[in-house]
């Protein structure tokens, strides 16, 4: 089968690869979109460590079963699907306790590190277990599907928050992960809700949206703004999807006295926090890291245009398309944010 695969940092090639090994409680699927994630044009120049070559990268996909292993029940040949990006065991501490995200022998679709290698799906078939697979609502297109992964990412990080409806909230970085946050927000009952760039067009997709109101980071004083549009208490909570130090900071800042931050933006492995401000104003400080569970609620909420994602895919191409379109999302292009390619 035809792969796209990272032959080396930087470079990619289409390759003829061995078709997938289906074990005995897996499912082959003939994949019909993958988009390529934030974190593959982050690790394809060996920065990152999780892209080690040769690696056929790909995790946000959906697809078409194609075959099944011997144990497998519940499938048949010719349903629609798509699956985790994360592969967990199901029997450790934290998958008997529902914390699939925190399994202990975590593995991720299309990635190569010092722990493990798995093939992801830029390629035209993949295998995965049956206990990763979820059905597709009908009339779900292949294209929005595969953005289940990152809706799951956004509505994982919401959820950590003690959101009572009506709450004030702030985002902290309005890419493809924090547009979703802003819809997660408007979902969970948040109201208002402001977000927080660097890019004007970034800002006005935000507010297209759902977000209230935008501010420009380098141009105003973001968390005096907001107070002075919650009555100088500062937001009920706050997402901060960057992770870089001034991220953080403007994030702390804007929340009230016993506010809360989710913290999912993970660009610099190491911030400086303000830690009297987190210690005196009391403030929680959550970690939210991928999904655990919420597919079914997000191809719902996808399917039912409450989180709409057709505005955040910029563009479509074939698995031959892919190396052009790494490179120019690897340039940071203005105006692309979610690229979907049809293996």
């Known amino acids: ?4 695969v990272l032959t080396r940092y930087n470079h990619f090639e289409i390759l003829d690869v061995v078709e997938p090994e289906v074990g005995p409680d897996e499912v082959l699927i003939e994949l019909r979109a993958c988009g390529i994630c934030g974190s593959d044009v982050h690790g394809m120049d060996g920065s990152t460590g999780r892209r080690i070559p040769p690696i056929i990268m790909g995790h946000e996909a959906a697809g078409v079963i194609a075959g099944l292993g011997p144990k497998v029940a519940g499938w048949k040949v010719g349903d629609r699907v798509t699956f985790d990006s994360t592969v967990s065991c199901g029997q450790c501490h934290f998958c008997t306790r529902g914390r699939i995200n925190l399994c202990d022998r975590r593995r991720v679709l299309g990635v190569s590190c010092a722990e493990f290698r798995r093939d992801g799906a830029f390629a035209e078939r993949v295998a995965v277990p049956q206990h990763i697979l979820y059905r597709l609502p009908d009339g779900l ?78 141009q105003a004083d973001v968390p ?19 992770g870089l130090t001034q991220t953080v900071a403007t994030a702390v800042a804007s929340v009230r006295k016993g506010g809360a931050i989710a913290l ?28 655990s569970g919420e597919y079914p609620a997000c191809l719902d909420l996808i399917a039912r245009g409450t989180i709409q994602v057709e505005p955040l895919i910029t563009g479509t191409g074939r698995l031959a398309d892919g190396p052009e379109w790494l490179a120019r999302l690897y340039r940071n292009e203005e105006g692309l944010l979610k690229v979907i390619l049809r293996p």
């Open 141 to 218: 297109s292949f294209e929005h599907a595969a953005m289940v992964e990152p809706v799951s990412i956004a509505v994982h990080a919401v959820g950590r928050l003690p959101i009572r409806l009506g709450d004030t909230a702030v985002v902290v970085g309005t890419g493809m992960i924090g547009l979703l946050v802003v819809q997660a927000l408007r979902a969970a009952g948040c109201a208002p809700v402001f977000a927080v760039d660097v890019a004007p067009s970034r800002l006005e997709l935000a507010r297209r949206l759902g977000a209230d109101e935008g501010f420009l980071a380098n």
């Open 1 to 4: 089968m035809k792969a796209l």
């Open 264 to 291: 999912v933006g993970n660009l610099s492995p190491k911030v400086e926090l303000p830690l009297q401000a987190a210690v005196t104003r009391e403030l929680t400080l959550l970690g939210s890291c991928a999904s």
């Open 224 to 242: 005096g703004e907001i107070l002075r549009r919650t009555g100088g208490r500062g937001a009920d909570v706050a997402v901060e999807a960057v």
